[in-house]
């Protein structure tokens, strides 16, 4: 019998688990500097969420509440990934879902992500079948370039 559950990460064992995973979105991290910055990133709200199948994680979604003037309170996430072997059926999506009831059920205006420019797969995937809009361009400029 297949059983499938959403559960939050907390323990070291648990996020060392989604590190394969994580990486395959994340691929510049090394599980040593990605436990280093899923601490700092847990203090500042960060959560880890895990879509299990029959006890074998196959996607994850790393998510934090926010509040600003253009989305007001919100969930922001972060990483969404789904295990290259099950990709296309269907998990990542229940997991995405996941996080719009708890948004629902916790006042949330919006959940509001930001995708590589090269992922137009994922983009359909957001606008297609889950009702996302595209509205604004994200920028960002490195600060160690300039030293």
């Known amino acids: 019998m297949m059983t499938e559950k959403i559960q939050e990460l907390t323990t070291y064992e648990e996020l ?3 590190f394969p995973i994580v990486h395959q979105l994340r691929t510049e991290l090394t599980l040593e500097r990605y436990l280093i910055l899923i601490a700092d990133m847990r203090k500042d709200g960060y959560t880890l969420y895990a879509f299990f199948k029959n006890e074998q994680i196959v996607a994850v979604a790393g998510i934090s509440w926010r509040v600003n003037f253009y989305s007001e309170r919100h969930i922001f996430v972060y990483d969404l990934v ?6 296309s059926c269907g998990y990542g999506e229940k ?3 996941a996080i719009h009831q708890l948004g629902k059920e916790n006042g949330a205006h919006y959940i509001s992500l930001e995708s590589g420019i090269q992922r137009s797969d994922a983009h359909r995937f957001y606008e297609e079948r889950l009702g996302y809009e595209k509205w604004c361009y994200s920028f960002r400029k490195s600060l160690l370039k300039d030293q």
Do not use: G, M
């Open 95 to 97: 997991l995405l879902q």
């Open 16 to 18: 060392v688990e989604a």
């Open 82 to 87: 789904t295990d290259e072997t099950y990709r």
